[in-house]
């Protein structure tokens, strides 16, 4: 069963950086384009920021020039790198494909407090 892994998340004070990984066994990942998602505590899981397998990227509003998507098809892997973090950054992060068709994952939590 293929599984996505993610990694990365913690507590940080407003400002603060972090980097989220997502590993996962599917054999094609390098031809899919994944996304990073976010769940907020009540709130429906968005997607904040997709990298197409040759690596094109584009991302939510709300992440626009604080967050970098990233991968390693060599790796099977998947990277968040999150910058200047707000406490509405706050949430579950997720790694899938962009469509959200692979089961998900457990999630990385991410707290930012203020």
């Known amino acids: 069963q293929v599984q996505l892994v993610e990694s990365g998340g913690g507590a940080v004070p407003v400002g603060g950086s972090l980097r989220l990984s997502c590993e996962t066994s599917r054999i094609t990942f390098r031809l899919l384009t994944m996304g990073w998602f976010r769940q907020e505590s009540g709130k429906q899981r968005e997607l904040i920021a997709t990298?197409?397998?040759?690596?094109?990227?584009s991302y939510a509003d709300s992440v626009k020039g604080r967050f970098t998507i990233s991968r390693d098809n060599a790796k099977k892997s998947l990277y968040l790198q999150m910058n200047t973090l707000k406490p509405e950054d706050t949430g579950v992060y997720y790694c899938n494909m962009g469509s959200g068709s692979m089961e998900w994952g457990q999630g990385t939590q991410v707290t930012v407090s203020s």
């Open positions: 990298i197409t397998g040759d690596s094109k990227t």
